[in-house]
């Protein structure tokens, strides 16, 4: 068998999703000089990035310069992009297999874990996810409406996720406006009743999952002072002990930090950022209308595993907050794929090292690979993709080298195009996203802001002439 990886047979590689892990697979598999292959991404939006467009925070513009280095993948010959073509839907793996040698997972995590308390559903609680997608002008998300006319917000957990919520949801309408937050989110921003708003980590604060910047930066916030209980951050005995054991620099910083922000005397700023440590939510108690007013916390205590981690433990105490909106913020979770084994306990692909396995046999399903979220779970930041997918692509090249790829039918780029343009006749390719991305760069410098993004999918290939 003549081996795909030559000017006369390229390797034909299909990428699902278009987020870091799908960019950083393609670059790594097309800077190869000793084989010829071609990607197609294919993307159900029309905009490409994933979570750099509609997961990173607007007041973190500089996160969101990785798209340059996106934009140079885009750029060699044989990248292509399917924006607005859904996987399952428009093309399926069946097809998939008639024209590629090899398929890559790159869809990341879709939806959010959820807290398993009594009253989770009431009006006024919602996923962070779904408030972070809709603040960063994700189509899907336009219709979600958040009751910001509440004065006191919980945001569950504390990871840089819940860092991300309570920031925007503190930010004056004079920071937000110098975002390219949506133009829906702004309106109702600005117009917010918020003043207090509660973070609440179950274990205490060395065990805190927001990293060092991100705590620092609520710490500067214009509009909101940072309120922190002393007796909160004193560390107990199998903290400090781990800490010292541990000799770990950036939590021993994380811990100086809220230890400042405990000693501080608030400035009268409008709003509150409090943070609460040690603390686990038990139910939520809505009204008769079933609109959320408040939450029910109990205290914990950490205890040590027979691994030797801290994990928390209820006491008996516990207290009620009172609050009008609360967002779990407690992680997120893969959404399986039509046809592709999944596990629903860890929310991923089942893999090894990227290939993915049978569930029966646990053997490599010929052609079938994942990188990123959906491989390893909701974790890491953007950059932590760049050596998950290089792991990925080593298994790709180490099956190739074994003749052990799909051997499709129609293995001709001409032949998946007329395939895609058939099912899909408004695809967007990068050159159109290019033109998107300028015509919204070009609205936000009319009104003095980085970008005014377009939020429906009708609203974009309209200004894409594609409608
Ligand atoms: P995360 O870092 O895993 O944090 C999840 C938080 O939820 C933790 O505090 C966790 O506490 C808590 N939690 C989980 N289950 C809970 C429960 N039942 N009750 C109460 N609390 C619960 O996840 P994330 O914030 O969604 O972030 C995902 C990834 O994206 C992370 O790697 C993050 O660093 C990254 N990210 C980075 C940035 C940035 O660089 N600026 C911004 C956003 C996201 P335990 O620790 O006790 O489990």
């Known amino acids: 068998m003549v081996l795909p990886g030559t000017p006369a047979s390229p390797l034909r590689v299909a990428i699902i999703g278009s987020g870091p892990a799908a960019f950083y697979t393609a670059e790594h598999l097309l800077k190869r000089d000793d084989l010829v292959v071609e990607t197609d991404m294919f993307e159900r939006l029309p905009t490409p990035f994933g979570l750099v ?52 997972y790159a869809t990341g995590a879709q939806t959010d874990r959820r807290m398993g308390i009594p009253g989770e559903d009431l009006r006024g609680s919602h996923p962070a996810t779904e408030f972070v997608a809709w603040y960063n002008g994700h189509p899907d998300y336009q219709d979600c409406r958040f009751d910001l006319r509440q004065e006191r917000v919980a945001v569950v957990g504390v ?24 133009e829906g989110a702004l309106e109702a921003l600005t117009q917010s009743r918020v003043r207090e708003v509660y973070m609440l980590g179950r274990r205490g604060p060395a065990q805190a999952a927001f990293t060092n910047p991100e705590i620092k930066e609520l710490g500067e916030l214009a509009g909101a002072d940072i309120v922190v209980h002393p007796e909160e951050v004193q560390l107990d005995e199998l903290s400090r002990a781990a800490l010292e054991k541990g000799q770990d620099r950036a939590t021993q910083k994380k811990v ?34 079933g609109q959320v007013v408040a939450m029910r916390l109990v205290k914990n205590e950490l205890h040590a595993t027979a691994a030797g981690t801290l994990q928390p433990k209820p006491t008996d105490k516990t207290e009620e907050l009172p609050v009008g909106l609360v967002f779990r913020s407690v992680g997120y979770k893969g959404v399986p794929l039509a046809g592709v084994p999944f596990n629903d306990s860890w929310g991923v692909i089942l893999n090894d090292k990227g290939r993915v396995l049978d569930p029966e046999t646990q053997r490599p399903v010929l052609g079938e690979y994942a990188a990123g979220w959906i491989k390893r779970g909701p974790t890491g930041v953007i950059g932590t993709n760049k050596p998950d997918a290089a792991e990925t692509v080593v298994a790709m090249l180490e099956d190739l080298a074994q003749g052990a790829v799909l051997a499709p039918a129609h293995p001709e780029a001409a032949a998946a195009e007329a395939l895609i343009r058939r099912r899909q006749p408004n695809y967007v390719s990068y050159t159109d996203w290019r033109r998107l991305d300028e ?29």
């Open 439 to 467: 015509l919204e760069v070009a609205r936000g410098r009319a009104a003095g802001r980085p970008r005014v993004k377009f939020t429906r999918v009708e609203e974009m290939l309209a200004a894409l002439g594609l409608a």
């Open 256 to 289: 100086e930090i809220l230890r400042g922000y405990a000693q501080r005397t608030p400035y009268g700023k409008p709003r509150r950022l409090i943070l609460r440590f040690l603390v686990s939510p038990v139910e939520l108690v809505g009204d008769a209308e």
């Open 53 to 104: 467009r509609g997961g990173v925070a607007p007041d973190h513009q500089k996160i969101k310069s990785v798209a340059a280095a996106f934009d140079k993948v885009a750029a060699a010959p044989r990248f292509r992009l399917y924006g607005h073509v859904e996987f399952g839907k428009d093309v399926t793996l069946a097809d998939l297999r008639e024209h590629y040698h090899q398929i890559v």
């Open 159 to 182: 990871g840089n996720v819940a860092v991300d919520v309570a920031r925007i949801l503190c930010r004056t309408p004079e920071e937000l406006v110098a975002t390219d937050i949506s």
